[in-house]
């Protein structure tokens, strides 16, 4: 099994930036993806981007240029830096990572973009 808590999230203002950190444990040699989801009140939760262990990044059309994500796998751990932050992008984030158990999501990190 491997278990993921995030942290980071928070409120922020319109083009500002907050990085996101998603700390994993347990079985963790078995990871082969990890990336980063959100859901927004009233719609269904997306992709965000996703980091595989290649270093191949992918990203939703929505945030490229804006956000990074990157792995530290000596720490394992994954992070999403976020820049020029938009009030759409307002959301629960979930950290996520696919594994030989299958898939295994963090417990959510709220981010607030607002004036």
């Known amino acids: 099994q491997v278990q993921l808590v995030e942290s980071g999230g928070g409120l922020v203002q319109p083009g500002g930036s907050l990085r996101l950190s998603c700390a994993a444990s347990g079985s963790i040699f078995s990871i082969y993806t990890m990336g980063w989801y959100r859901q927004a009140p009233g719609k269904q939760r997306e992709l965000v981007a996703t980091?595989?262990?290649?270093?191949?990044?992918h990203y939703a059309d929505s945030v490229k240029g804006r956000f990074t994500i990157s792995r530290d796998n000596a720490k394992n751990t994954v992070y999403l830096q976020m820049n020029s932050l938009k009030p759409e992008d307002t959301a629960v984030y979930y950290c996520n990572a696919g594994s030989g158990y299958g898939s295994s999501w963090g417990q959510g990190t709220q981010v607030t973009v607002s004036s």
């Open positions: 980091c595989h262990n290649g270093g191949t990044t």
